[in-house]
């Protein structure tokens, strides 16, 4: 991987969506279309423009302001080969009183920069990673009002990572100079420099290692040819993989992926997947009028510039087979008006295959149901399949929209956001927010959470109208009775039960009564006492006080 660039390069079509900048570009014209963009997106919440904006190898002198469903990229084999001078940041000057909160769906990924005030911002909430970055000075996390993020991977910050008023982070196999700060809940998950775990005084949840993990595949460019690198398993794994250069992994030339451009339909998908193609998805929005289908062992699905898939007609939007290797990375999966029984799903009913060897990942995989169309799904995501690594996602049932049209109790109807059936399934960085009933429902065994946050529905109309059985309100996680193994390490739930501030949930997170089922580092909080959670899980943690003051438990069993 020489992650340099040719004066030969011939430059693959990537679609209108994608902008390509090289060192040899005027600074100023290179800062223009960069301005364009921002003001495009900076307040595009629901829109359906989309941008990929890649650096490929070499030094600017830029400020790159990234706004909603813009990605930005360098295009070397580490971080280090495209170096920005400037910043590349994310600010919340668009929603006062510089309120972060609504800041999604969007990226930095594979760049160093050094700021020009020795610090940069970024300023998110959910679906906004942070990834294979290195930052030569300090990182603020918010723009001094509330923030609710957040993600970090693969990441070295030479500063300090100020979290400022972030209610929860998680931060998975970096290495900061420092960090400062906390709210509800801080995970570190082998993270070299980070705060020594002190739950709930303050609140981290530090973890020394991941026990199995893969990182995200990404575009690169090679001695002038554009290809896609697949980083390899690592087990029990801390720090960043590109500290001694080049991480381990398989380059796959860009020839071996159909790219797909606005206007592909889901038939030209399936056809050049049962070929023996994986798939570049370019940004833009994509109706599908069939499920995708993914048959072949390690196959790579790819999106760029947060891609985004409709299914129309009440249909899946993408199958998995029950294969070993599958990558799917990078795409925002939003429910169509048509009810949907599942958005997307990896592995049949009763899966029983063991793919520890060369599991399925998902990263930055989002789904959506409600905010830009009045979207319709039971269920969001299921997997069947045994050993899956879910690697950040943001699965969201709207609870506000553009224009307050496309959201509430039965419009934008949503049971469960995730079920998990299979064995020995881990997530890193889970966020499932405002569905229905249990939004969450752990079936399998074996299974591990590190990180969960959660909102409850807003929009809950009555007591009566929620109820599971005899319990008040559904739990944000349930672990099924028949389980016999599972862990999770910091979890949040919160309600804000603003339509109806009577209502209350009996629990947060429900799980069996067994020695090898435990929870770590808990915390439910009532925003501004709208509602309330009587326990934390199952009968134990007290029920959320007056005020936004959060209840934490320490461990269960």
């Not at 300090?160 to 801080?186: K, L, P, T």
């Not at 790579?300 to 129309?312: C, E, K, N, R």
Request: proline share 7%; with cysteine; net charge negative.
């Amino acid at each position: 991987m020489g992650g340099t660039t040719s004066p030969k390069a011939t430059q693959p079509d990537l679609g209108p969506n994608v902008v390509i900048f090289d060192p040899s570009m005027p600074s100023e014209s290179i800062q223009n279309r960069l301005d364009s963009i921002f003001a495009q997106q900076e307040k595009n919440q629901f829109g359906d423009e989309r941008y990929a904006v890649l650096f490929t190898p070499g030094t600017y002198f830029n400020d790159v302001n990234v706004g909603f469903y813009t990605q930005v990229l360098g295009l070397g084999s580490t971080p280090d080969a495209v170096t920005i001078n400037g910043a590349v940041h994310v600010e919340a000057d668009w929603f006062p009183p510089n309120n972060a909160t609504q800041n999604f769906w969007r990226g930095a990924e594979n760049l160093s920069v050094n700021p020009a005030e020795g610090a940069d911002r970024w300023a998110v909430s959910q679906a906004s990673p942070y990834r294979r970055m290195h930052v030569r000075g300090d990182l603020q996390l918010d723009d001094g009002g509330w923030s609710s993020g957040g993600w970090i991977s693969d990441t070295k910050i030479d500063g300090q990572v100020r979290s400022g008023s972030q209610q929860q982070w998680i931060s998975r196999d970096s290495e900061f100079g420092s960090w400062c700060g906390s709210n509800w809940n801080m995970v570190f998950l082998g993270v070299h420099g980070a705060p020594t775990g002190t739950f709930p005084s303050p609140p981290y949840t530090t973890i020394d290692g991941t026990p199995v993990v893969r990182e995200k595949p990404f575009l690169y460019v090679d001695d002038g040819d554009y290809r896609i690198f697949v980083p390899a398993l690592r087990t029990a794994t801390a720090g960043v993989t590109w500290a001694n250069g080049p991480a381990p992994g398989t380059s796959l030339p860009i020839g071996q992926f159909h790219v797909t451009k606005p206007g592909t339909t889901a038939a030209e998908m399936n056809a050049a997947l049962a070929a023996g193609k994986n798939l570049l998805v370019t940004p833009g929005v994509y109706h599908l009028d069939q499920t995708v289908q993914v048959t072949r062992p390690g196959t790579v699905v790819l999106g760029l510039g947060i891609a985004t898939l409709v299914p129309d007609r009440g249909i899946t939007a993408m199958d998995v087979a029950d294969v070993d290797g599958v990558k799917v990375a990078g795409l925002l999966i939003d429910a169509g008006t048509t009810n949907s029984d599942t958005l997307m799903r990896v592995g049949q009913p009763g899966s029983r295959a063991d793919h520890a060897a060369d599991p399925t990942s998902l990263h930055d995989l989002y789904f959506r149901v409600g905010g830009a169309v009045a979207g319709k799904a039971t269920t969001s995501l299921v997997v069947n399949s045994n050993n899956v690594i879910g690697d950040h996602m943001w699965i969201w049932r709207a609870d506000h929209a553009a224009d307050g049209g496309y959201v509430g109790w039965d419009i934008n109807t949503a049971d469960t956001g995730l079920v998990v059936n299979g064995a020995d399934v881990t997530t890193y960085g889970l966020f499932v927010e405002h569905y229905q009933k249990t939004q969450v429902v752990w079936n399998g065994e074996g299974g591990r959470t590190y990180f969960f946050q959660n909102e409850m529905p807003y929009d809950v109309p009555d007591q009566a109208g929620w109820m599971d059985g005899s319990a008040k309100g559904y739990s944000a996680y349930r672990v099924s009775p028949e389980v016999t193994s599972h862990e999770a390490w910091g979890l949040g739930s919160y309600c804000f039960f603003s339509s109806n501030p009577s209502v209350v949930a009996a629990r947060a997170f429900e799980a069996p009564e067994t020695p090898y089922v435990r929870f770590h580092g808990m915390v439910t909080v009532s925003l501004n006492h709208q509602g309330a959670i009587q326990h934390v899980i199952n009968d134990a943690g007290d029920p959320t006080p007056d005020g936004t003051k959060p209840v934490n438990l320490v461990s269960y069993p």
